[in-house]
Structures are given as C-alpha cells and as structure tokens.
C-alpha cells in the first residue's frame, strides 16, 4: 500500500530579524490606509523553492513543484481544488478554525539561469520530465558538486502565490511586518532517502537513516515526488529561508489602492 507523506517547510525558533524591508512612504500609506478601513490585502509571497534543501532536509523537484502549483488553487482560478486554499497561521489547522485569507494564484518561476554555467547541463535535466529514479541520480550529482550543500544557492526556482487576506488582525500585522515569512505544507507521494534511495511512502516507515545526519561525507534528507499543496502559512521562521513576502496591495472601503514592493 502506497502511503502519503506530509511535508512542512517550518521550523519554530526566535522571531526573524527583518529580512525583507518596505519603502517607509508607502508602508506608512498601507497602514494610514488600514486606520481608514483597508478590507482587504493582495499579499505576494516566495512560497517555496525547488531545487534547494529546507532546514527540514525537504528537497523538491523543480518538475513536481510546477505540476503541483495548481493544487493550491480553486477550479475557479485554474486549479484542481473545489474551493481555494487557505493561508493560516503556522499550520495551525485545528485550534484555529478561521484562516486569515485565501490562496487565489501561484505559478512556478523557473530561476535556474542564475547558477554556476559548469552545472547548467545538470540543471536543465531536472526541469525535463523524466522517471523518478533518474532524478534521484541528479541530485546524486549535485551532492557530489557540494552545490545542494551551498547556503547560498538560492534553488532553481520557486511558487509565486498572490492571497486575499482579510482578517484585521493579520492585514495589521502583514502592514507592520511581524508577518513577512511563509512556509507550505504538502502532501507527496514519494520521501526518497538521499543515502539508501529507498522510499518511506513505499514502506511506511523511515528507514535507518536520519534526515539532516551525514553518512560519508553525505547528508541524508528526503526527495519528494509529486505534491499537493494543502495551504501555505505565515510562520515566526520557515525551513526555507527564501521564501518571504515580495509585495502587498492594499485596497481601502473608498477604493484606494496602495501599493508596496521588498526593496532589499
């Protein structure tokens, strides 16, 4: 019996330093504009990114994660989903019944023309649809450049997801920036050990492996094969350090429209 993994791109630790930084004129326009009834925000977020380890030791497909991008969205907006997907607080889909708004696009953003040229044949491998095991033999390759291990490398590419948010207290917070990391949860149905390949989905229990220990000279973390995004949250730090607020617009009860971009 094939099993489903659930995988989450958040850790819980110390409240982020600012990582992203809105012009000061038109963050004081968004919240004068709250103060005056804003209704609603049309949040931008770098969701996640394929190609990169998370802090989780998540790795995913650049393939996978442009098929799964839909998943988030309703029937309505192109998606799969009957209804469209909710942003919620750090995952919290229980205590917290109400999400703070609703996922309405995302589209995959290919980005791998900005890596090392010497990897580029590797790197246009994976964004070519092929079986499974012959992009476990890629990321084999990219270990064994060290590159997969860079904290720089920034991945071959990412969500980008627009969502309506419309709860106070979360538009106040996304204004004032305690809210400017976000984090996905989804399920997959592959979880492929980087050491031994064999697949926890498959088995339905991890193997003797343990993700984020290294086993000569090689750290062991999971490949997930297909995803279906179930909600992407803001959370106090997420496991993929790229994947932040890009830009918001604010709409005001008089159908004022403010706008503001990350400019760091």
């Excluded at 099993?3 to 819980?12: E, G, K, L, N, P």
């Excluded at 290294?214 to 179930?230: P, Q, R, S, V």
Aim: glycine share 6%.
């Amino acid at each position: 019996m094939k099993h489903r993994v659930r995988m989450y791109d958040s850790v819980v630790v110390a409240a982020p330093v600012d990582v992203t930084r809105m012009d000061t004129g038109d963050k004081v326009k968004l919240i004068d504009s709250y103060v005056s009834g804003v209704k609603q925000l049309n949040v931008t977020v770098a969701a996640t990114h394929a190609g990169r380890l998370t802090r989780n030791r998540g790795f995913y497909l650049p393939t996978r994660m442009k098929k799964g991008a839909n998943t988030m969205l309703s029937r309505e907006d192109g998606g799969t989903s009957p209804y469209p997907k909710p942003v919620l607080l750090n995952h919290n889909r229980f205590e917290q019944n109400d999400p703070i708004g609703r996922i309405r696009s995302a589209e995959y953003v290919d980005i791998s023309s900005s890596i090392n040229p010497q990897l580029m044949p590797v790197i246009k491998d994976f964004h070519i649809n092929r079986p499974f095991y012959q992009f476990v033999d890629l990321v084999e390759t990219l270990m064994e450049s060290k590159l997969i291990y860079d904290k720089q490398f920034k991945g071959m590419g990412f969500i980008r997801s627009m969502a309506d948010i419309t709860d106070p207290d979360a538009i106040v917070k996304v204004l004032d920036k305690r809210y400017m990391t976000v984090s996905t949860s989804a399920d997959t149905d592959r979880a492929v050990c980087s050491i031994c390949r064999e697949d926890w989905a498959d088995m339905g229990e991890p193997c003797e492996h343990t993700p984020g220990k290294w086993y000569d000279n090689k750290m062991c973390f999971l490949i997930a094969g297909d995803l279906f995004y179930e909600e992407w949250s803001f959370v106090t730090k997420t496991a993929d350090e790229e994947a932040i607020v890009l830009s918001i617009l604010g709409t005001d009860s008089n159908g004022g429209i403010y706008t503001a971009n990350r400019s760091d």
